[in-house]
């Protein structure tokens, strides 16, 4: 679509009982206004399905992308999202994923943005009775104004689970991102989530993990900024009833003015072994650091 009015797409796709199946679906919309999309694939009961949803806008003015991806007792199942947008305004990003009772469960989602005002990516994924789940976000902005990220990852009940989120953003103002992640009842649960700034004014992080009744449990999470000013991390660990969990964060932040970090971890009850790493590295004067508890042995 290029140079259309008030444009609005729906793509609706249900499968069940399926062997091999492949979806592709591509939309590129450009000199376009008050342009929506809504794509919605609905899979149960499939083996060896594989979802292909891209999405491309350029030059567009209140453009939104509405993609829901739900899926049940599927094995071998695939999703790579990509998500493209270049000098939009208001540009406003939904996407959800549900998987349940499914084996060797992937999720790949992209999203890259550059010089937008007013962008905005929700995110959230619900995985739950899963089996060798993995889930890979990237999020790229550049150059973008008022730029927001929300990411909301939900598991329970999961065999070998790997998430990994990387947020990367250079020459923004006004950046946020919200991480939250809830784990029930996982076993060989890992997180590593990654934030890169540069050049960015007014950036927020807020990283929120909440874990329970889960075993061997890792998280990394990596903060870099480099030349940033008015820069916020915020981040915060609740576990309970887990064995052999251990979190690593690190902090490293250079040329930047006005740098907080925040961290505050929470016991572990009834854990085995927990061990939290935090590290900060090339701090400037002008930097405030509040430490929570760090090392505790349930």
Known sequence: MSHCAPHTVRITLRLSHCTHHTAHVT??????????????????????????????????????????????????????ITLHTSHCACHTAHITLCA???AHHTALVTLRASHCACHTAHLTLCASHCAHHTACITLCASHCTHHTARITLRMSHCAPHTVRITLRSSHCRHHTAHVTLHASHCAHHTVCITLHSSHCAHHTAHITLHMSHCAPHTARITLRSSHCTHHTAHVTLHASHC????????????????????????????????????????????????????????
């Open 27 to 80: 939309l590129r919309a450009s000199h376009c206004a008050h342009h929506t999309a809504h794509v919605t694939l609905r899979t149960s009961h499939c083996a060896h399905h594989t979802a292909l949803v891209t999405l491309c806008a350029s030059h567009c003015a209140h453009h939104t992308a509405h993609v829901t991806l739900r899926t049940s007792h599927c094995a071998h199942h695939t999703a790579l």
């Open 100 to 102: 349940s009772h499914c």
């Open 243 to 298: 064995a052999h969990h251990t979190a690593r964060i690190t902090l490293r932040s250079s040329h930047c003015t006005r740098h907080c970090a925040r961290h505050t971890s929470r016991p572990c009850i009834h854990g085995l072994l927990r061990q939290v790493n935090f590290t900060l590295q090339d701090f400037r004067p002008g930097v405030f650091v509040h430490l929570g508890l760090l090392c505790v042995t349930g």
